[in-house]
T-cell receptor
Framework: DAGVIQSPRHEVTEMGQEVTLRCKPI?????LFWYRQTMMRGLELLIY????????DSGMPEDRFSAKMPNASFSTLKIQPSEPRDSAVYFC???????????????FGPGTRLTVL | GNSVTQMEGPVTLSEEAFLTINCTYT??????LFWYVQYPGEGLQLLLK?????DKGSNKGFEATYRKETTSFHLEKGSVQVSDSAVYFC????????????FGKGITLSVRP
């Protein structure tokens, strides 16, 4: 399996521009997670989906952030407009949630390093 | 709510030294416990896991035992190598319909030759 695929790997943009990060989860996984990692705040969960439905978006910083999962094999995280404080590494992860079961291993992608100038 | 507490870092050791990284947790129910490792410039990778009390997870010479009585999941390795230099995260997974993990803050390990 190719693992979780994220694109782009690096993104440099100017303040005010729209940024779209993309994620392809592992085939067969039914849960998808978006995280943000910075030196100051560490690893933060932004939002997660089960069976393509957003379950908890309480970690999304503000209305400038939005995430979608139109199908089981693709998700996007959009920032519009972007600000310098959004600079971070954004990770996507996927896992398989068993019916009525327990949390299984999350598999992380390589991340997208975003720099907003 | 659930929480994970890791010992403060960073940790610097000489090659072949013994490693212990402490992790304690607070949770309702019977969570699964995980250790993840992040090498420089990469995403997090599962290092080991344990799904029930007294289970021992092990991988690449690392071990951790799920201790329900002390709510702990300490990571140990008998002899560290320079290649073990990385950030280590302890995490807790809920049972039931909630599939998310709760991560600790992570601790940076540096191993000197």
């Amino acid at each position: 399996d190719a693992g979780v695929i994220q694109s782009p790997r690096h993104e440099v943009t100017e303040m005010g521009q729209e940024v779209t990060l993309r994620c392809k989860p592992i085939s067969g996984h039914n849960s998808l997670f978006w995280y943000r990692q910075t030196m100051m705040r560490g690893l933060e969960l932004l939002i997660y989906f089960n069976n393509n439905v957003p379950i908890d978006d309480s970690g999304m910083p503000e209305d400038r952030f939005s995430a979608k999962m139109p199908n089981a094999s693709f998700s996007t995280l959009k920032i519009q407009p972007s600000e310098p404080r959004d600079s971070a590494v954004y990770f996507c992860a996927s896992s398989y949630l068993r019916r009525g079961g327990w949390t299984d291993t999350q598999y992380f992608g390589p991340g997208t390093r975003l720099t907003v100038l | 709510g659930n929480s994970v507490t890791q010992m403060e870092g960073p940790v610097t050791l000489s090659e072949e030294a013994f490693l212990t990284i402490n992790c304690t947790y607070t949770a309702t129910g019977y969570p699964s416990l995980f250790w993840y490792v992040q090498y420089p410039g990469e995403g997090l990778q599962l290092l080991l896991k344990a799904t029930k009390a007294d289970d021992k997870g092990s991988n690449k010479g690392f071990e951790a035992t799920y201790r329900k009585e002390t709510t702990s999941f300490h990571l140990e390795k008998g002899s560290v190598q320079v290649s073990d230099s990385a950030v280590y995260f302890c995490a807790l997974g809920d049972t039931g319909a909630n599939s998310k993990l709760t991560f600790g803050k992570g601790i940076t390990l540096s191993v000197r030759p």
